[in-house]
């Protein structure tokens, strides 16, 4: 992760800590909540706004670099072996899931037929996985960094494939909350670059929304999954006409 990266994750981290919402930050810097968010999104930051920002926690510009330093020794992603023993368990991927999420360990108990005996049994093997920290009375630590994604076609990644290949797609996508998109057309190789550079800005400001609903109860948010894809592509029936290039 680059500098600028990480300073940006522990700063959205902080400012979760101290209660500080990005509607504060825009009162501060005298901007828009979206502003704050694109500002956000887009990791551009001067050293007078961190300095301001840093203001409404009572913090030093100074305190914040060392709470960046301290904070890179957490991993981004897991190993191939924890990732085959999450997949290799779906109940111990759904509590790593919702530990993830910032669930507490009773609201997973309250909410999933979860009972108390095995649901210490899971944050232990999650403990000895080296993902999390189990702390008394069943608090949680997590051992990944702000940033963390999962591994590049890895085990998880392919667990979560598979199930939108077979299931998600099983949906007319006219319910609440629900929307889908197919787009077809010829396009340049500069217009599916700008079409990309999109989809990473879309994607960037998922995660900034995902991280300031991290602050609500759980039980006000639902998994939610955003699936772009953009290649060149064409149909089977119209490509089996195409004239032989060789």
């Known amino acids: 992760m680059s500098q600028t990266a990480a300073i940006v994750t522990t700063l959205k981290a902080t400012l979760k800590q101290h209660g500080v919402t990005y509607a504060d930050v825009g009162d501060a810097l005298g901007l828009s909540e979206s502003s704050v968010k694109r500002l956000f999104t887009d ?22 670099f060392e709470a960046v330093r301290s904070a890179e020794w957490l991993p981004e992603q897991l190993s191939v072996e924890q990732e085959q023993q999450l997949v290799g368990d779906l109940k111990l991927l759904l509590v790593a899931f919702l ?4 669930w507490s360990y009773g609201q997973i108990t309250r909410d ?26 069943n608090r949680v630590k997590l051992r990944i960094s702000r940033s963390f994604t999962w591994r590049k076609n ?59 609903d991290r602050k609500l109860d759980p039980a006000s948010r ?3 999954t955003v699936v772009m ?18």
């Not at 001067?46 to 100074?62: A, G, K, V, Y």
């Not at 530990?99 to 910032?102: A, I, R």
């Not at 894809?229 to 060789?246: C, H």
């Open 43 to 64: 990791k551009n930051f001067n050293l007078s706004r961190l300095e301001r920002i840093c203001q409404l926690m009572n913090l030093e510009l100074t305190d914040l």
């Open 99 to 102: 530990l993830f999420s910032d």
């Open 112 to 137: 999933y037929c979860i009972d108390e005996t095995e649901g210490v049994r899971l944050l232990a093997r999650l403990d000895r996985l080296k993902i999390i920290d189990l702390l008394p009375n």
């Open 154 to 212: 890895g085990p998880i990644q392919r667990f979560f494939e598979n199930q939108v290949q077979e299931k998600f797609f099983r949906s007319s996508f006219s319910g609440a909350h629900e929307l889908r998109l197919v787009l077809n057309g010829m396009l340049s190789t500069g217009s599916n670059r700008t079409i990309q550079q999109r989809m990473s800005r879309l994607a960037s400001e998922f995660e900034v929304m995902m991280e300031e």
């Open 222 to 224: 639902f998994g939610t």
């Open 229 to 246: 894809a953009i290649r060149p592509w064409e149909l089977d029936v119209f490509s089996k006409f195409r004239r032989s290039t060789g």
